[in-house]
């Protein structure tokens, strides 16, 4: 492990996005867009160079991301160089959102994030298609995006196993599939990678061993680009796993103010960016963050949202199959 004293870290928060997907239609008039973008402006104010903001998926799974909101809120963040300002991408009709909105480096120079899953069943419930279907798909986006010299990051979610919520059984991850789609996606020209633990179904020793499988089918290749996206029940849970991810060499996390959030097919919430920052402030990582701005970020946010929309998130007690 690197000296924690010289060594950092990089920290994309998915507040407004991740929570944003969850947030009921009869929410909207509390989750505005004008309140959107002020609390993206605080997050970069407190040193955040890495967000996730919006999302171009259809406003009958996430009310939140209607064009018009994703027009406004985009327009009054206006350009932000330095910032990968992330707006995830589920599909074609989400690409042609993505460039119609002009958030390509000719406009507001956002970065597209593109996800599919790890396990099949879990691609058909998120996406509605087979994963070999997505996989095919995003190629043909990535090939076009790179000739307008739209950045990518792409995220493989369930990549630690999906729970059926029908039954609670864990299905499994094929980790050397994974492995083939993360070479095929930085040879496309993927700038980062990042595993999402979406239902948060490992415990640490279980991150342990598949972060470690991951590491030994890559050789090594490209750590410092691999990012770890826990949710889970429990921070500080989903804050013992980043640690674990940490110590075998990641540097890439993502987190969310107060650990809200989740996936629309059934997640539990994300690790707090706060605690976060902090464990890494008192173990001497750079974070390039302001920790007291990032706390006081958080309160906000409760008292002003959490508090105020309520997300409802269950999930069945977790069964090894």
Known sequence: MADRKTDSVTITDVTLREFGQNVPATYLDIFTPGIRTKIASQLMDVGFHNLEVLSCIHPKVAPAMNEDALRKISADLGRVDGVNI????????????????GLGPN????????FFSAVEAHNLANLGRPLKETVGEYRTIIRDASLRHIRVVAYISAAFGYMDPKTGMIVGADLDEVNRNMDLFFDLGARTMTLSDLQGVADKRETVEILERILE?????DRDRIGYHPHHISGDQALANSKAAFDLGFRRFDASLGGTGGCITGAPGNQPT?????????????????EKGVFALAEKVQRELYSRIPL??????????
Do not use: W
């Open 274 to 290: 706060e605690k976060l920052v902090q464990f890494f402030g008192k173990s001497g990582v750079k974070t390039g963050l302001d």
């Open 86 to 101: 992330i707006t995830l991408v589920p599909n074609l009709a989400g690409y042609k959102t993505f460039r119609s909105l």
């Open 217 to 221: 089918l890559r050789k090594g290749r």
């Open 107 to 114: 406009g507001y120079n956002h970065t597209m994030g593109i």
């Open 312 to 321: 409802s998130r269950s999930l069945p007690a977790k069964k090894r199959g």
